[in-house]
């Protein structure tokens, strides 16, 4: 599966981004798909995730209640709609899909990654 990752950019403290991100080349519905972050310096790390069918979701407690995963099973894309904007969100943000039904929420477990969107929040 190839996975293409669009709408990072530089947004003010408090602002909201909403990235996308599109699938091609194998059954979209048939695996879960996230959203994973790596700031400079630091290790990539969990953001979210959302389950084949879009019945769960999971969250790191990071970004509970301020971003929100979603998916068009029709379209062959997931979402990561980003809320009340903070600095330390600045990272480049990932998309990942694994041969899973189910949502995961490590890193090593997805198989399939997107190029990376760069996300800069300025305060």
């Known amino acids: 599966v190839q996975l293409q990752a669009s709408g990072g950019g530089l947004v003010q403290a408090g602002g909201s981004l909403r990235l996308s991100c599109a699938a091609s080349?194998?059954?979209?519905?048939?695996?879960?798909m996230g959203w994973l972050r790596q700031a400079p310096g630091k290790k990539r790390e969990f953001v979210a995730s959302?389950?084949?069918?879009?019945?769960?979701?999971a969250y790191a407690d990071s970004v509970k209640g301020r971003f929100t995963i979603s998916r068009d099973n029709a379209n062959n894309t997931v979402y990561l709609q980003m809320n009340s904007l903070k600095p330390e969100d600045t990272a480049v943000y990932y998309c990942?899909?694994?041969?899973?039904?189910?949502?995961?929420?490590?890193?090593?477990?997805?198989?399939?990654w997107g190029q990376g969107t760069q996300v800069t929040v300025s305060s």
């Open positions: 080349g194998r059954t979209f519905s048939s695996y879960a």
């Open positions: 990942a899909a694994t041969d899973t039904w189910v949502i995961v929420t490590t890193g090593s477990k997805f198989n399939y």
């Open positions: 959302i389950s084949a069918s879009a019945g769960s979701t």
